[in-house]
């Protein structure tokens, strides 16, 4: 019997797994996938914005030391809104790194590279073993069977299986659904002129776009549109597709070619009604999925991650039952609020952004002129998005528990 069983071997699972081994914890992943599947060395186009707090759990847990010389810093934020061929709004929203007076807003870095660095970390951390290719066909308690037959006993289940994670519905958990009738357009591409480390998000009546910088003269795109467009954008040929993201995009990085890979995914908000049961708890996309307008996905998920690792070593170290329903609530309380207010503005923006109204379009763009305008409610913005507000677990503060 190992202390804790994660189901779910992605960044999320593999970050708590990680963080709860660094604290004395026997752990094992259960990963559906092949090993070696998700470390692949060549650039395929996906990258994550990294918040300063998501850094700085990354430097105690010892990843960052192999993240940062392919990282690209994220020294400005504009925002404003679009059109296909009009270029951004003259009214936006500025952030800037100085306003935040603690390093960048937070950094790019591709897929590869963190996926990499977890694997590696994983593998050479003791009290974690990993279970490849095999899938969990009932849980009562914590106890789970696996496809093939084995029985595997823990003290607490984690949750890490994403936005319809199969824990969840075996714990009986309901989940809130939102479907945006969006598909997200993900690719990578090269440009002539030097990005100097702004991201840019232009908000057009279709969804919103994201221009995320990378390392060199190369950024990250997440563009949403309808469904059904964006199905038959993707099913274009490379030539095409550029075509239809250059007047969206505008010429202001020069001209721009794609490099990578494609890809897609339809955009939902999906919001678990519980993030613990019985000897289980919920992270990651299992306990709430997000649309990415504010590219905080992957952030809460580790952020959920820093706070049930301390809640259940600081439980343990107390002598108490980490696997408790007491000890688990806890947990759940204090992502509660967190969560809440995520969820609710990632949804509330998109409403607001993803449409071309007559009467909302100024309101809205002078609401971003005055959030910019006004120092202290600016500050107040870039906290939250880096991590750096309210209650914040140790990990998140770059603190070793």
């Known amino acids: 019997m190992n202390d804790i069983t994660i189901i779910g071997g992605g960044l999320v699972g593999g970050t708590m797994a990680l963080g709860l081994a660094q604290n004395g914890f026997s752990v094992t992943i259960i990963d559906a996938h092949k090993?070696?599947?998700?470390?692949?060395?060549?650039?395929?186009?996906?990258?994550?914005?990294?918040?300063?707090?998501?850094?700085?759990?990354?430097?105690?847990?010892?990843?960052?030391?192999?993240?940062?010389?392919?990282?690209?810093?994220?020294l400005q934020v504009k925002a404003s809104d679009g059109r296909a061929g009009q270029g951004p709004a003259p009214w936006h929203l500025h952030f800037d790194h100085d306003d935040l007076g603690e390093g960048p807003m937070g950094f790019m870095v591709e897929d590869r590279f963190v996926r990499l660095a977890l694997s590696n970390a994983l593998n050479t951390t003791p009290n974690i073993t990993q279970t490849f290719g095999h899938t969990v066909t009932a849980q009562d308690g914590g106890v789970i069977t696996l496809d093939n037959g084995t029985h595997i006993q823990a003290n607490l289940i984690i949750?890490?299986?994403?936005?319809?994670?199969?824990?969840?519905?075996?714990?009986?958990?309901?989940?809130?659904?939102?479907?945006?009738?969006?598909?997200?357009?993900?690719?990578?591409?090269?440009?002539?002129?030097?990005h100097n480390g702004i991201a840019h998000q232009f908000f057009m009546p279709e969804g919103p776009l994201a221009i995320l910088p990378l390392p060199g003269n190369r950024s990250s795109i997440v563009w949403s549109?309808?469904?059904d467009r964006a199905k038959a954008i993707n099913d274009l040929p490379d030539a095409e597709y550029l075509e239809?993201?250059?007047?969206?995009?505008?010429?202001?990085?020069?001209?721009?070619?794609?490099?990578?890979?494609?890809?897609?995914?339809?955009?939902?908000l999906t919001v678990a009604s519980e993030m613990t049961a019985a000897r289980m708890a919920l992270a990651g996309d299992a306990?709430?999925?997000?649309?990415?307008?504010?590219?905080?996905?992957?952030?809460?998920?580790?952020?959920?991650?820093?706070?049930?690792?301390?809640?259940?070593?600081?439980?343990?170290?107390?002598?108490?039952?980490?696997?408790?329903?007491?000890?688990?609530?806890?947990?759940?309380?204090?992502?509660?609020?967190?969560?809440?207010t995520l969820t609710t503005a990632t949804d509330g923006f998109n409403r607001l952004f993803s449409n071309d109204n007559a009467l909302l379009r100024p309101l809205r763009d002078f609401g971003m002129a005055?959030?910019?305008?006004?120092?202290?409610?600016?500050?107040?913005f870039m906290r939250e998005a880096a991590g750096m507000s309210g209650d914040i677990p140790h990990l998140l503060q770059g603190k070793a528990l």
């Open 244 to 268: 239809f993201l250059r007047p969206r995009f505008g010429d202001f990085l020069g001209d721009i070619s794609l490099t990578g890979a494609r890809f897609t995914y339809p955009l939902t």
């Open 370 to 380: 005055a959030v910019s305008a006004a120092p202290n409610l600016r500050r107040a």
């Open 225 to 227: 549109d309808q469904t």
């Open 35 to 74: 090993k070696g599947s998700q470390t692949k060395r060549a650039f395929d186009g996906r990258s994550y914005a990294l918040a300063q707090a998501t850094i700085r759990m990354f430097t105690v847990l010892g990843l960052w030391a192999d993240l940062h010389a392919n990282a690209q810093p994220i």
């Open 159 to 194: 949750g890490c299986d994403g936005r319809q994670s199969s824990t969840a519905q075996r714990a009986g958990i309901k989940r809130r659904v939102t479907n945006y009738h969006q598909t997200a357009l993900v690719c990578a591409i090269d440009h002539d002129l030097p």
């Open 287 to 340: 306990a709430q999925g997000v649309h990415p307008i504010a590219g905080q996905g992957l952030n809460l998920g580790l952020r959920d991650v820093a706070t049930l690792v301390e809640v259940v070593t600081r439980a343990k170290r107390r002598g108490e039952d980490f696997g408790a329903a007491d000890v688990l609530q806890r947990y759940a309380d204090w992502r509660s609020f967190d969560r809440t």
